[in-house]
T-cell receptor
Framework: GDSVTQMEGPVTLSEEAFLTINCTYT??????LFWYVQYPGEGLQLLLK?????DKGSNKGFEATYRKETTSFHLEKGSVQVSDSAVYFC??????????????FGTGTLLAVQP | DGGITQSPKYLFRKEGQNVTLSCEQN?????MYWYRQDPGQGLRLIYY???????QKGDIAEGYSVSREKKESFPLTVTSAQKNPTAFYLC?????????????????FGAGSRLTVL
């Protein structure tokens, strides 16, 4: 079945460091890919998305490119801030005829940014 | 402002008791979902509903029940049959999927309810 694999955390960085959180997927059909972020004690918020191969999603300085050839959707940011500390979830929806909006999530990666 | 409201934020339950978690949305979304979050396991789908008076089991529906009598509301009952109910529960909603290009895949989440069984 469809699945998402993301790197285990925690990822600990100093402020202004470069961030990469790896995400790979397995899916049939034509998946759309997402990154959601969860700040402490809160629900999830959509960070960015890409709906087809080679699309780049971007938001708040974060970017991810949909790579069909490597089945990847790695999250990157050039310079992290303490306020970026959160849990990041990679997710997919595999679109088939009549499919529902059933997001499949990775296990989440905790990012801790130190001043 | 439109959004999803979950209540209560924290809930304690004795073993053998049923408990109902509330989820209300004013986004005019057709579809609603319940997820369970456990450390190291990500989110797992419990139940979802695409339309009023209709719902389907997700991946871990055993020990849970839902109803969808109103578009705005999708309460989740954690029954005594759920063997390990202590978790963080997240409700979400979206517009109903009809076309892959409509952007119907984006879910809006509530702030969550943390249930602890004593």
């Amino acid at each position: 079945g469809d699945s998402v694999t993301q790197m285990e955390g925690p990822v600990t960085l100093s402020e202004e460091a470069f961030l990469t959180i790896n995400c790979t997927y397995t899916a049939t059909g034509y998946p759309s890919l997402f990154w959601y972020v969860q700040y402490p004690g809160e629900g999830l918020q959509l960070l960015l998305k890409a709906t087809k191969a080679d699309d780049k999603g971007s938001n708040k300085g974060f970017e991810a490119t949909y790579r069909k050839e490597t089945t990847s959707f790695h999250l990157e940011k050039g310079s992290v801030q303490v306020s970026d500390s959160a849990v990041y979830f990679c997710a997919l929806i595999s679109i088939r005829g009549g499919a529902t909006n059933k997001l499949i999530f990775g296990t989440g990666t905790l990012l801790a940014v130190q001043p | 402002d439109g959004g999803i409201t979950q209540s209560p934020k924290y809930l304690f339950r004795k073993e053998g008791q049923n408990v109902t978690l509330s989820c209300e949305q004013n986004l005019n979304h057709d579809a609603m979902y319940w997820y369970r979050q456990d450390p190291g396991q990500g989110l797992r789908l419990i139940y979802y509903s695409q339309i009023v008076n209709d719902f389907q089991k997700g991946d871990i529906a055993e020990g849970y029940s839902v109803s969808r009598e109103k578009k705005e509301s999708f309460p989740l009952t954690v029954t005594s049959a759920q063997k390990n109910p202590t978790a963080f529960y997240l409700c979400a909603s979206s517009i109903r999927h009809r076309d892959r290009d409509t952007g119907a895949n984006v879910l809006t989440f509530g702030a969550g309810s943390r249930l602890t069984v004593l």
